[in-house]
């Protein structure tokens, strides 16, 4: 079956480490998007990727780092300068062209602890 | 800035009635109103869209209407069951690829 597929599903990390998240799309689908989600707050966007080798700033890029070598893959780093690196991070894309009406699949998420 | 405001609170009602969440949004013109449906620990899943254009957009329970004019949606689950206690996420969008800006969620709580 087509999805994506995130991982870690859990993952604790320390203060001062950076770690990367794990995001796979076998949906061929183009654009790409990481949102992080804390309680009592909307996804807010970290990152997407519309297009191989290219990516745009959302609205909280501050301390995450991404990569897109290829078309089914979008790893999210979260370095050191991300002061509050604990919360759901939420990968995803969305099919189609420009005229695409813009719904978004999504995977189930790796929730990020640092202790 | 855009703004997109849910009721925060949770919402219980009982089995058999018809549930209905609000969202509303300010300093925006979406092209597209879309609502998600997100259980704890997972990520969300994409319920319905309704463009601009549409009043209204149903699929099977549900309901979704778009008032442009007073700049919010209702969402309506009939013959609610309690399989469809969730938080229920209202997202809005210009389509393609351009970034889509979601609210907190009302967390709906169906009681048998």
């Known amino acids: 079956d087509g999805g994506i597929t995130q991982s870690p599903k859990y993952l604790f990390r320390k203060e001062g480490q950076n770690v990367t998240l794990s995001c796979e799309q076998n949906l061929n689908h183009d654009a790409m998007y990481w949102y992080r989600q804390d309680p009592g707050q909307g996804l807010r966007l970290i990152y997407y990727s519309q297009i191989v080798n290219d990516f745009q700033k959302g609205d909280i890029a501050e301390g995450y780092s991404v990569s897109r070598e290829k078309k089914e893959s979008f790893p999210l780093t979260v370095t050191s300068a991300q002061k509050n690196p604990t919360a759901f991070y939420l990968c995803a894309s969305i099919d189609g062209g420009l005229a695409h009406t813009g719904e978004l699949f999504f995977g189930e998420g790796s929730r990020l602890t640092v202790l | 800035s855009q703004k997109i405001e849910q009721n925060s609170e949770a919402l219980n009602i009982q089995e058999g009635k018809t549930a209905t969440l609000t969202c509303n949004y300010t300093n925006y013109s979406p092209a597209y109103l879309q609502w998600y449906r997100q259980d704890p620990g997972r990520g969300p899943v994409f319920l319905l869209l309704?463009?601009?254009?549409?009043k209204e957009k149903r699929k099977e329970r549900l309901k979704v209407t778009f008032d442009t004019t007073l700049k919010q949606s209702l969402f309506h689950i009939t013959a609610s069951q309690p399989a469809d206690s969730a938080t229920y996420l209202c997202a809005l969008s210009d389509g393609g690829y351009q970034k889509v800006t979601f609210g907190i969620g009302t967390k709906l709580q169906v009681i048998p």
């Open positions: 309704i463009r601009e254009n549409e």
